[in-house]
């Protein structure tokens, strides 16, 4: 498995990918309609966007394969700020998200920063309990807005990047 920075010219595979996770882990947040329909418009826009030089979006691949991406927001109020992180349902249990996690600590290591957070809706309980074992803390619940629905996430924070970086190139 290679992470690397995924071109503006991949990104209908990040929509996808986008969109076979949500609708996998958000069945019962997102409406129906919503992902069964308007989410392929709505994050086909969303991926075409020139998301600027404040962003880093990467992807976990075996080959020509995208097994999943993340994109950080480094102007985000609060610090660096994971925006996404998902992985395709096939590659799930392969270690795609947790080295995709480790890329971006070591990459704000470099960049001199000290912590990096995301939000995660509260129902989604396969990721809290993915990010918490990689050393996230828990903090409040926040009301967030995704493509218009609102709905109840905690905020995830980690204040250690260099033990999260390591966590990409176990130690002998």
């Avoid at 929509?15 to 308007?38: C, E, K, M, N």
């Avoid at 097994?67 to 700020?81: I, R």
């Avoid at 890329?103 to 993915?130: H, P, Q, Y």
Wanted: charged share 25%; glycine share 8%.
């Amino acid at each position: 498995m290679d992470i690397r920075p995924i071109d503006p010219s991949k990104r209908p595979l990040v929509r996808d990918i986008q969109i076979a996770s949500w609708r996998h882990a958000y069945t019962d947040v997102l409406p129906a309609s919503f992902l069964d329909g308007d989410i392929e418009d709505v994050l086909g826009v969303h991926w075409t966007r020139d998301l600027g030089d404040n962003w880093i979006v990467t992807g976990a691949w075996e080959g020509d394969d995208l097994l999943g991406f993340a994109a950080l927001d480094l102007t985000h109020d609060g610090g660096p700020y994971i925006d996404n992180l998902h992985v395709s349902p096939k590659a799930y249990r392969r270690g795609a998200g947790r080295a995709m996690m480790a890329d971006m600590a070591r990459r704000l290591v470099e960049r001199g920063e000290s912590s990096i957070w995301l939000t995660v809706v509260c129902t989604n309980k396969r990721a809290v309990s993915f990010y918490e074992a990689i050393g996230a803390k828990r903090g409040e619940i926040r009301i967030e807005t995704m493509f218009g629905i609102q709905t109840e996430a905690f905020a995830m924070r980690w204040d250690d990047l260099q033990a999260l970086a390591a966590l990409g190139h176990p130690q002998p």
